[in-house]
């Protein structure tokens, strides 16, 4: 286990000052991983909050090259880096944080070949994927591995947050059995509204790892960002899921 060092008790002493969190909670921080499928608008800001908190590892799954339309949202790039691998600013932003912070990056999106694999790597999931396909082999992979999984999405205005822990909360295909029709790769959204599902996540993440609060397991926190109006749904596993169905 690795020890907390005098530089990072003084680092993290107002976080450490939270009822029920104190020092235990932050070294277990320390000494977690978590996995973020795809860190652009949404898993970025959940990278660099867990960064902030003194999280220990992130292993980073996320392809591709920075492009214009990224710069709206994605609070981990530059315009110097448009044209050059995602994975390159966000490994560099994140050690700007917190230096202290081990960096597993690979340069892959979620898939059904890759995703036990990476999933495999961490303690604890987020899914931020644009993607259904993606998101529907995270869920899998982390059930089948009993992993925690924070699932964070946005749509224009909106919001949507809940934390899926295999054999006690629904999965993601409980919620959303059949990819919706129509959905395309690219989507509404507005770069705040990205940040504060990231925020929310974050939080979620930490609150699994060091047991403080009550995270978001079979309820669905829904926002309208545009009315801030807040909602809170339950959540029910589906029997006949053909994924969770029977773990206990």
């Keep these: 286990m690795n020890t907390l060092s005098d530089e990072e008790r003084e680092i993290y002493e107002w976080q450490t000052r939270i009822p029920g969190f104190g020092e235990e909670g932050q070294q277990k921080l320390k000494n977690a991983s978590v996995l973020i499928s795809r860190c652009g608008g949404l898993g970025g800001m959940v990278a660099y909050e867990l960064a902030a908190a003194g999280i220990g590892k992130l292993v980073i799954a996320h392809a591709g090259n920075v492009k214009p339309s990224d710069l709206n949202r994605q609070i981990l790039q530059t315009h110097d880096q448009i044209g050059h691998p995602r994975l390159d600013a966000i490994t560099r932003r994140l050690k700007e944080l917190n230096p202290r912070l081990e960096i597993v990056a690979h340069d892959e999106n979620i898939s059904e070949e890759n ?122 596993r589906r029997t006949s899921c053909p994924v969770c169905a029977g773990v206990a």
């Design 115 to 236: 995703a036990d694999r990476l999933v495999a790597q961490a303690d604890v999931v987020v899914d931020a994927a644009p993607l259904f396909e993606e998101r529907f082999a995270l869920n899998r992979a982390a059930v089948r591995q009993r992993k925690p999984m924070v699932e964070c999405a946005v749509y224009s205005m909106d919001v949507q947050v809940t934390t899926i822990i295999p054999g006690r909360s629904p999965c993601l295909e409980c919620i959303v059995p059949e990819k919706p029709p129509h959905w395309t790769r690219q989507f509404p959204i507005l770069g705040a509204v990205s940040g504060v599902a990231g925020c929310i996540g974050a939080v979620e993440v930490v609150k699994l790892i060091t047991g403080i609060g009550k995270p978001l397991a079979g309820m669905q926190l829904v926002m309208d960002l545009a009315t801030l109006q807040m909602r809170q749904l339950q959540l029910i």
